[in-house]
């Protein structure tokens, strides 16, 4: 019997949300780092409202800090560190993005995104490995603000192409959807390699994300 796809309860704070990356590094020797982009994903079949706070917004300035996502669709949010100054070295700031049902006001889901200014994307590894690490660590709770200043956005300069890990994990993602479903009982495939719903759900997901990145680049 095969199981049946559900739509997710809308429990405050129950949603699930897809944003790519989970993490920002800026460095203050390469300006092209500067300026980076958050891709948020609505897989979902209602449209999405999203809000992007910040524990200091002073430092940056995030475009469409608010705005909406149709069903199926993603959207680019680009933030700009604006205050590159070696006291901000090594300092962890957060990004929170809340999103809600577009006929509620409540946050249905929210994510965090640590930010980080280094000096140099070419320190020493086993310094580099302890700054991660620190980042990593930092589960403290924060204060979130609004953003208040909107700038316009630019052009993002495209990259060289995607990484052996992107198109690796592709593959991987590829041949998970290729698997059988729990519940398919003719299939000479092992039973232990069938995947549940939920777990074809996600391959999709990211899927769907590494998609994106290998055309925007």
Known sequence: MQQQRRQPELVEGNLPVFVFPTELIFYADDQSTHKQVLTLYNPYEFALKFKVLCTTPNKYAVVDATGAVKPQCCVDIVIRHRDVRASHYGVIDKFRLQVSE?????????????????PSAKEPPQQKEEEEKR???????????????????????????????????????????????????????????????????????????????????
């Open 102 to 118: 577009q006929s509620q006001r409540k946050a249905l889901g929210r994510k965090e995104i640590i930010a980080t200014l280094l």
């Open 135 to 217: 980042i990593k660590e930092h589960l403290s709770e924060s204060v979130f603000f609004e953003q208040t200043l909107c700038q316009p956005g630019k052009n993002r300069p495209a990259s060289s192409g995607p990484s052996l890990l992107t198109v690796f994990l592709g593959i991987v993602c590829i041949a998970a959807l290729m698997l059988p479903t729990l519940g398919e009982m003719e299939s000479l495939v092992p039973l232990y390699l069938h995947l549940s719903v939920n777990q074809k759900l996600v391959a999709a997901y990211v899927l769907g994300l590494i998609t994106m990145v290998i055309l925007r680049t």
